[in-house]
């Protein structure tokens, strides 16, 4: 795991080496332990290099084929390099490192823009080729890591941060449509855009070539299904519970490649549990050194019960024996550490509980702990959130499905453990009729709203279902999720993989019916299903769902009381987008109990001021 940069200057100027090592030098954090540069006339490419595979030198990148004619610089892992490398050599192609990154070069010498159907893994890296004077940069098919890039005509400029971006001297404006949609809908991540005009990203599942020409081209190499079936009678629930079950195994054994420890998140849930349990099961079977005699897990813990997951982790930790790492985030922690968050995150977040995932992230370095594996994507792809139950009602009912739909109404209804977590005033904004409704406008400069009057943004119900779970994981759900833990787990020099986003996984369950997600009140049934005598029946069964949550509503109206008072009062950069007088009296009523309006809706305007302040009005460099 590393960190990229690059420019491709097309008015034929040298690349600056000067800028190139401040690119670079701005994201140390991602990769603290190697760094190095190429410049070839109008090209320069640099790196900072985190290692986890191949410690030696022969890691080192910017890395060069024999000829010297291609060179790359790689963000990520392929989990899968040790078979494409055998396949390589049976080709005739020769190896000097041990490195997934050297695997990428000579694939891609070998088939050409190809070669990125035949990985497996997380990446993002940029190939110039010399002789066609090409540069060819490509991100991985759901976006794990980041590329962000700047394009005038004149120059083209790429880096795994935007705060390298930056340093080109790119005007500092704000993206107000994204802001627009933060604010009113409190949604991130959805486009291509940044909150930063001009700064775009690669969009998942792309490449992206600019020619010597000066043109720009991408095209996208991977997409997927989703099946809109509520049913299958042809294949058992059995077949597909051992199908899930052997994909997933492999999925988790290929994450445990690396020369470095790894541990995992334990949240408690039904997703980072199955992720434990497995891992223990394979350090069992098999030798994986990369996880030492004991497995490590972290945890974020609570004194508000809740909040508190330690009753399901201990669940965990008795049937597998792990070596468990309680974190307690506090809200003094949180004001402590939020400039350093937001240095790091780069764009604006939604809510406090990210602080919770970057306290593990920096335990789990602390313990000597350098690739961590979660359970992240789990919820999109099973449909494991609340929303999918109404969005499943919905189906039913339009299908005529009443005696199934009468059921999950039941099992719904007569379930306390759903009914205790579900979070109404969180799931309004998926039906239509209460955009009109939503008291977050009225906290918004009339003219500022009156400019968006027109944009309306479907992300609710559909008719097609399987489309809408597909849009979770490339639109709506997945990516900021992919954001918040790229930024917080490299802030601390941690690699972060991720099972449940093995390609093979997510076109699985793609094609697997409604039902396999959805049964009987539960969802992520396939996996419940697949998960008998590997998962503590507690958690397997449970249909209550915090992950890693926090009591920001709490924290708000204690320990964060004056700090929020004192940044709306003071406030510089939203000004142009709020009524402020409203919102210090909505704030008031907050505190005192007075008002529906709940703490995720101030936390957008305090956390896009805060953002403003350092990005766009005041120095963000160090």
Known sequence: MCGIAGILNLDK???????????????????????GYFIDGVVGLGHCRLSILDLTNAGHQPMFDKDKAMCIIHNGEIYNFIELRKELEGLGHKFSSSTDTEVILSAYKEWGEGCLGRFNGMWAFAIWDAKKKELFCARDRFGVKPFYYFFDGKVFAFASEIKSLLYLGIPRKPNDTLIYDFLHYGILDHTDDTFFQGIQKLPASHWLKVKQDGRLITRRYWDFAVCDKIADNHISQDKYAEDFLQLFIDSVRIRLRSDVAVGSCLSGGLDSSSVVCVINNLLHSENIHSLGA???????????????????????????????NYIFPSPEGFLKD?????????????????????????EAKTRGVTVILDGQGGDENLCGYRKFHIFYLNKLFKERQYAVFLN?????????????????????????????????RSLLNPEFLKSFQDRKLDFGNSPDFGSRI????????????????????????????????DYRLVEMLGLAPLNQKIRNGWTKFILRNAMKDILPDKIRVRKSKLGFSTPQESWFKSALKENLKSVFNEASFIQNYINKGKIVDDLNSFFAGKTILGAQIFFRFYILELWGRKFILGNYER
């Open 13 to 35: 100027k040298p690349a600056d080496q000067v800028i190139l090592n401040k690119m670079v030098s701005m994201m140390k954090h991602r990769g603290p332990d190697d760094d």
């Open 470 to 501: 597909k849009a979770d994981i490339m639109q709506w759900s997945l990516p900021v999720l992919l954001r918040y833990e790229d930024k917080s787990s490299m802030a601390h020099s941690v690699e972060a993989r991720l099972p449940f986003l």
């Open 338 to 362: 939020l400039d350093n968050l937001l240095w790091h995150q780069e764009e604006p977040f939604a809510a406090i509980n990210i602080y919770t995932q970057w306290e593990v992230l920096k």
């Open 408 to 440: 999950e109404c039941l099992k719904l209804l007569l379930s306390p453990q759903i009914l205790r977590t579900a979070r109404i005033s969180y799931g309004l904004k998926y039906f239509k009729f209460t955009d009109k409704l939503d008291v977050s």
């Open 294 to 324: 004991r497995q490590k897990t972290f945890s974020a813990c609570f004194d508000d019960k809740g909040f508190d997951e330690r009753e399901y982790i201990e669940e965990v930790v008795k049937k597998t024996a792990v070596e468990k």
